[in-house]
């Protein structure tokens, strides 16, 4: 299994009580997905490997309950009845392949699609997209330049095109904004 065809949507940060249950912090828009999955994919990030689960020998973890809550998720995983089970899962991102994530409606991607994308306004390539970001008023790209980085907001006025296939989006910044 490739790390790179999955996608991360949350992380498991601590148990929740005797019987095994976690609680996982979404990192979806869509955390209400939890209660569709039937089986999760757990990756350990400092190790850069798939985790096993020591009930199956399977790299899949199979959910016997789910509850989404406003701000964390309450899992259990079969075979999974114990604490002292679970604690070994703590700090694991759970993930899903990549072609098991939310069909967005035309015109709208996820943020990962939009990464080292070139920028061009109107026609001048500007820099490329690192990434998007949002500090409160709305979604940001942060575009690197020759001359530094420089914020972007994601939205109609500025951003006309995004093509994923060839990695290119153009805008139509205002008079001064790169300077």
């Keep these: 299994m490739d790390f790179k ?5 949350g992380t498991i940060v601590k148990t929740i009580g005797i019987k095994g ?10 955390p209400d997905r939890f209660y569709k999955l039937k089986k999760l994919f757990l990756y350990n990030e ?8 020591k009930f199956n020998g399977d790299k899949g973890f199979v959910l016997s309950e789910c ?7 309450n899992i259990k995983f079969e075979g999974y009845n114990d604490i002292n089970d679970s604690l070994e899962l703590v700090n694991l ?16 991607y996820y943020f990962y699609e939009l990464i080292d994308s070139d920028i061009y306004d ?18 940001l790209f942060n575009v690197k330049s020759g001359t530094g980085e420089v914020l972007i907001p994601y939205n109609d006025e500025f951003v006309k095109k995004i093509d994923i ?7 139509e910044l205002i008079e001064g904004f790169l300077d």
């Design 5 to 9: 065809n999955f996608i991360t949507i």
């Design 93 to 108: 991102n759970t993930v899903i392949d990549e072609k098991d994530r939310i069909k967005l409606d035309e015109g709208k």
């Design 67 to 73: 509850k989404v809550l406003d701000r964390y998720i």
């Design 122 to 139: 109107k026609g001048s390539l500007i820099g490329k997209l690192i990434s998007v970001v949002n500090y409160g008023s709305g979604d």
């Design 165 to 171: 296939e060839n990695k290119r989006i153009d805008v």
């Design 46 to 53: 400092k190790e850069e490997k798939f985790f096993v689960n």
């Design 21 to 30: 249950n976690l609680k996982i912090i979404p990192q979806t828009d869509f």
